[in-house]
């Protein structure tokens, strides 16, 4: 059992920066992980998976070039830098873990955090 806690969400002006943690109370490197997010009255979606060495990663079209997702396994913690935010960017944000490969569906995913807000303004 993966316990999960996002962190590091809040309010930004559009162009501006914040980064997400996500902290797992067991051991993140035998899983991999992803971010997903969900706007008021969107379904969620896949923004970015890592694998469990950190070796490969997989980016939804909409944020690459902006986003960057890392890990630490000493410290259990999986990243998510944002940088040049945009307000479609404003969602809840969900870190998941899952066995195998990286994976846009979120059925696939065993464990989820409760999440944390992003809101971008104009």
């Known amino acids: 059992q993966v316990q999960l806690v996002e962190s590091g969400g809040g309010l930004v002006q559009a162009g501006g920066s914040l980064r997400l943690s996500c902290a797992a109370s067991?051991?993140?490197?035998?899983?991999?992980m992803g971010w997903f997010r969900q706007a008021p009255g969107k379904e969620r979606e896949f923004v970015v998976g890592?694998?469990?060495?950190?070796?490969?990663?997989k980016y939804a079209d909409s944020v690459k070039g902006r986003f960057t997702i890392s890990r630490d396994n000493a410290k259990n913690t999986v990243y998510l830098q944002m940088n040049s935010l945009k307000p479609e960017d404003t969602a809840v944000y969900y870190c998941?873990?899952?066995?195998?490969?990286?994976?846009?569906?979120?059925?696939?995913?065993?464990?989820w955090g409760q999440g944390t807000q992003v809101t971008v303004s104009s």
């Open positions: 998941a873990a899952k066995w195998g490969i990286i994976s846009s569906d979120q059925r696939s995913y065993d464990y």
């Open positions: 890592i694998s469990e060495s950190g070796d490969n990663t």
């Open positions: 067991g051991r993140t490197s035998s899983y991999t």
